[in-house]
Every structure is written in structure tokens, then in C-alpha cells.
């Protein structure tokens, strides 16, 4: 995965063994862009830090760079945006991908693939000696490869360096960090040059214009680097690298690793000439003259993919140090089919709901629920609209047409809300019932909160009490009214005082006390859920509880003498651990930006 020390001020170098085994502490806070949940803190450099995070809409482990922008010079920074951007789009195998790319006031985010293996820097300080003939033909071979792929598409590299350079597990080697060194002109906290010292010619040194021979010469010196494990030009000023580039005579390879030929001490020599007419003037050339002086690139991937499977052992990178992701994270991909399974549910039975009440006899009840439940399955708001209106046409003909008239009402309203965008929020309201069902209905705003953002958690929430206690009323429930009777699945028509306990119901204040209380649970729950950790879904959790029984208690006092809360109490009860379990199987997965 990427280093922080892949930027330009590089941070301390870990060995290969402690960059798999170091502790990883989890970070539990917002979704970084409302979609990358963070797992670990890899670490920060002078540009900014790198974040293992976990992507819960493709569910995939990313590495994230957030690069903090300065409030000034705005023209420079759209430039240098515009040109990382440039750079995030090249698609090539030896370029780490990068899957997005955005913004907010304060920083810029790059997320990219996880590499999961060690960057060159790794393997040389880990093994403490050079790489041989074979490993350093793979790496010409790819990086050479992808810088040539960047400059034809006119993208220039501008920090090629052994930390910038990944080999993952297999033994493949990608390039990393393509357009940060223009990106870091653009926080305004790079001045004149950006790059490494010790990987950067004169030109780039001293901030002069650059073109695809800077590249050239930091190839040759991150060669140099893994042919002999040194870098003659680093140094901790730009000046002092100046001297040893310009002024000081350059050692050649076979001063540090006599066993190196004198035409590799030629070719490397060339490609580090000051001055940029004397150099290969492209990475082809200096590719082609210094590939049929090193080994088996074949080879070298191959002795590459040994050395990190011995050194870095097992997997525990995925599963153990930075633990798996919750459930609802590994779900997150499927949730378009289990809403459309539940739209088709939810759809079918209220268009066979309906339609039975007009045309009890025969099966045209069962064809119109089927043709609601397809329509809901493709696509989820028109079939809550057929099975909407299907329901309040029967409702007024069971009962009374002005019943039937408000029922439509409210359903148009709640279509227009959100249901005609087909997203789950708007089925939420069937939860209630069928929840209430198994003695735990007060679950239902609170799985609102968990799974949407707090104005889609409170209409959820205050709906899903609503038809709760409208189902229980019908079936013969009293206070607290959140046990409705199976029967209405099959028989939603057969109580024959629906009408009377509707409206006795609904004018009841104390109902209206809940219905309030329990889309204020739905909102606090989201709230906090809205963090995205599991220590805030639990306070959210037991808010949401305690605004529900207060929401009961009200009731009781103004209903004269009457206990719904001591009746709701195992309700609460069960919801409460039914929620625990939810929490407990993953942090809320949500984005906030819907």
C-alpha cells in the first residue's frame, strides 16, 4: 500500500517485517468523502497523511492521501488540481489506480487501490543490500513502462524515488504518486521546487521548467540507489544537492558495488548529467541502453514475489491487523437488491390488499398484487405508487370514502417525499407493523436512524409509529398499542371496528406524543450514527430508547391514569437487543450526502 513517506518531505522508514506487524489503531469517525470508512492510521509526511480506509459502497480496502490545501494563491492551486487530476486519469499496469478524486474546503483526497506489499525503500532498508542484475530488470522494466505511458499522455512524474516505487506480493512493481509533486505546488507550502532531495535535478532544484528529462535523470538515480544502495546527491539542502550534482565529481556505481560493469557506470553516468541536453533525452533511450545490461526482468519478479512472502508471512494485513470490515459494510453492495426485494413485498401486499377489498372473490386480487410486487422489484417507486393508491381505494370502500380519501392523501405525500426516489427510507414505514409483530416495533425508527440521514430517519420514524399503532388499534390492541395481531397479513379487512379504532387513534394526544417521540428517536439515532462507529451508534442507540419511553410516559400522563409505558416496557426491551445485535455486527455503513 502506499507509504506517507511517498510524499515530497519523507517521513522515518519502517522495515518491511514492522510495516505488516506494527499496531494499527482503528479510527472511528466521519466517512471520509460520505463513502471511505477509515480503518487505520498509516501515517503522515511533510505534505500531508495516508489512510487505510475501507470503501462501504464497493466494498474494497482503498489507501487514501488527504493533502491539506492552503486558504491562498487559489490560481496555483486549480492549476495544480487541474494537472493531479490529469494524472489520476492514466490507466496503465504499472501505475497504481487511482479510483477517485475530490475535494472539500480544506484538503484534497487521493484514493487508490491498495497495494498490498512494500515499496522499494522497504526492501532495501529491510535487506540491507542491493538488489541484484534480475530485480532491478523488473523494475526498469515497469517503471520505465509507465513514466513512458505518462509523458505520452503529457504527465510528468516528478518524485521517483524507492518510496514512490511498490511491489506487491506477486511481484508486480507499480509506480505510485503520479501528479503529487504538481498537487504540492498547489497547497502553497512547496516553494519553487517539489520533489525529493537526493531525486531531483538541477533544473528542478532551482524551480526552473522541467519536462520529461527530469524524469530521465530521477530514474537514473533511483537505479544508482538500487545498484549500489546509495544516493550520492542527497543531502539536507537544495543547495547542498546542487553542489553534488553540479560541482563534485559524481562517483561512479562500481565505487560503491565494484561488481558493476563499466557500461553500466557509462549509462547511469549519462543519465545523470546536469545539464538536460547531455542526458538521455527520453526513459526509452536510457531504458534501451540499460535493460541489456541487467538480468531477467521475468526473474527478478519472481525472486521479488519470494522475498515478500517469506518476509512478510501471512496475510494478517487484511484480516488480522486491520480487522475485518462489519457486516453491513460487506452488504453494502447488495442493498439495491434487498430494497427492491422489499419494495416488491411491500408493494404486493398492498396492491393485493386493495384490490381484495373491491373484488374479494377470485384472483384478481393476487394479479394485482403480483403486477404491484413486479413493478416495486423494478423499480421500487412506482410500485409503492400502484400499491398506494390500490390500498386507499379498498380502505374507502371497506370503510369510508373520506378514509380512504386521507389515506391516499398521506401516501401521495410520502410518494412525493421519497418514495419516488425508490430508496429504502421510503419502505420504512412497514416496518413498524411487521416488527410489532415479534414484540419489537420501537426497533423501527431506530433502524431508520442507523441506515439514513436524520430528516429521512424522522419521517420514517414518526410514520412507521403511525401505521403501527393504526394496525394494532384494527386488530383489537390496546396501550401501548405496538402489538398488532397476525391476522391482518391475510385478513387486513376482517375487524369490524377499523373505522372506529382508526379514528379514536389518531385523536388521541397521547398517540400523538408517541408518534413525535418516535420520530425524534429516529432523528437523535441518526445523529450520532451519522459518525459512523460503533461507541456512537450505541449512545445514539440508548437516546433514541429513552426518547421512545419518554414519548410513552407522556401518554401516560395525559391519559389519566392509564400505563402504556409499563406496557411498552418488553417492547422496548427486545428492541433494545435487537439493536445491540445491529450495532454489534457493524458500524452504520450510511452515506450522509442523501
Not at 43 to 53: D, H, I, P
Not at 399 to 427: I, N, Y
Not at 498 to 519: E, M, Y
Request: glycine content about 12%.
Amino acid at each position: 500500500m502506499p507509504r506517507p513517506d511517498a510524499f515530497p518531505a519523507p517521513a522515518a522508514r519502517a522495515d518491511v517485517q514492522s510495516h505488516q506487524q506494527r499496531h494499527w489503531s482503528t479510527v472511528e469517525e466521519h466517512l471520509i468523502l460520505d463513502r471511505y470508512r477509515p480503518l487505520a492510521d498509516l501515517g503522515s509526511g511533510g505534505f500531508g497523511s495516508v489512510e487505510l480506509a475501507f470503501d462501504t459502497k464497493m466494498a474494497r480496502r482503498v489507501a487514501i492521501k488527504r493533502l491539506p490545501l492552503d486558504d491562498g494563491h487559489a490560481a496555483v492551486r486549480r492549476a495544480g488540481l487541474a494537472e493531479a487530476r490529469t494524472a489520476a486519469m492514466l490507466n496503465h499496469p504499472s501505475i497504481v489506480t487511482v479510483h477517485e478524486w475530490d475535494t472539500d474546503d480544506s484538503a484534497a483526497y487521493i484514493v487508490m487501490e491498495d497495494i498490498d506489499g512494500a515499496s522499494l525503500a522497504d526492501i532495501l532498508d529491510e535487506r540491507g543490500v542491493p538488489l541484484d542484475d534480475d530485480e532491478c530488470a523488473a523494475v526498469l522494466d515497469a517503471v520505465a513502462g509507465a513514466v513512458a505511458f505518462a509523458h505520452a499522455n503529457g504527465v510528468l512524474h516528478l518524485d521517483l524515488k524507492p518510496a514512490n516505487i511498490l511491489v506487491a506480493r506477486d511481484g508486480r512493481v507499480k509506480v505510485a504518486d503520479f501528479g503529487i509533486a504538481a498537487l504540492t505546488d498547489a497547497t502553497g507550502r512547496a516553494r519553487g521546487a517539489s520533489g525529493t532531495i537526493g531525486y531531483m535535478p538541477p533544473e528542478q532544484l532551482r524551480g526552473r521548467p522541467v519536462d520529461e528529462r527530469t524524469d530521465t535523470w530521477a530514474l537514473g538515480a533511483l537505479l544508482y540507489e538500487l545498484l549500489t544502495r546509495a544516493n550520492p546527491f542527497d543531502a539536507d539542502t537544495a543547495e547542498g544537492s546542487l553542489f553534488k550534482i553540479e560541482v563534485a565529481p559524481v562517483p561512479a556505481p562500481s565505487e560503491f558495488e565494484p561488481t558493476l560493469s563499466e557500461e553500466i557506470d557509462e549509462v547511469l553516468l549519462n543519465a545523470l548529467a546536469p545539464d538536460p541536453d547531455d542526458r538521455y533525452q527520453s526513459i526509452e533511450e536510457l531504458a534501451d541502453a540499460l535493460s541489456p545490461l541487467l538480468g531477467d526482468a521475468r526473474l527478478g519478479r519472481k525472486s521479488l514475489a519470494e522475498y515478500l512472502d517469506d518476509t512478510l508471512g501471512d496475510d494478517v494485513g487484511y484480516e488480522g491487523e486491520y480487522g475485518r470490515p462489519g457486516l453491513w459494510d460487506a452488504l453494502a453492495p447488495y442493498s439495491g437488491w434487498f430494497r427492491r426485494a422489499a419494495a416488491a413485498l411491500v408493494s404486493g401486499w398492498l396492491g393485493w390488499a386493495g384490490v381484495s377489498a373491491v373484488l374479494p372473490d377470485g384472483g384478481a386480487g393476487l394479479a394485482a398484487g403480483a403486477l404491484a410486487g413486479l413493478a416495486g422489484a423494478l423499480a421500487p417507486g412506482l410500485g409503492l405508487a400502484l400499491g398506494g393508491v390500490s390500498f386507499s381505494a379498498g380502505l374507502g370502500v371497506v370503510a369510508e370514502w373520506w378514509l380512504g380519501l386521507a389515506a391516499l392523501a398521506l401516501f401521495a405525500a410520502h410518494w412525493l417525499a421519497v418514495g419516488r426516489h425508490g430508496e429504502g427510507d421510503a419502505l420504512m414505514p412497514a416496518a413498524g407493523p411487521l416488527l410489532g409483530i415479534a414484540r419489537m416495533a420501537p426497533a423501527a425508527p431506530l433502524l431508520a436512524g442507523y441506515a439514513f440521514p436524520p430528516l429521512q430517519a424522522a419521517v420514517a420514524g414518526g410514520l412507521s409509529a403511525l401505521a403501527t399503532m393504526l394496525v394494532s388499534a384494527a386488530t383489537g390492541g390496546s396501550a401501548s398499542l405496538l402489538s398488532p395481531g397476525w391476522s391482518w397479513l391475510w385478513h387486513p379487512w376482517s375487524g369490524a371496528t377499523t373505522v372506529d379504532a382508526a379514528l379514536r387513534t389518531v385523536a388521541d394526544p397521547g398517540v400523538l406524543a408517541v408518534v413525535a417521540a418516535w420520530a425524534i428517536a429516529g432523528a437523535t439515532c441518526s445523529a450520532l450514527c451519522g459518525r459512523s462507529s460503533r461507541g456512537a451508534a450505541v449512545l445514539g442507540v440508548a437516546l433514541g430508547i429513552a426518547v421512545i419511553a419518554g414519548g410513552y410516559a407522556l401518554w401516560g400522563a395525559i391519559g389519566n391514569g392509564t400505563a402504556p409505558l409499563a406496557s411498552a416496557a418488553v417492547d422496548l426491551g427486545i428492541s433494545a437487543v435487537l439493536m445491540i445485535a445491529v450495532v454489534a455486527f457493524g458500524p452504520p455503513p450510511q452515506s450522509r450526502d442523501v
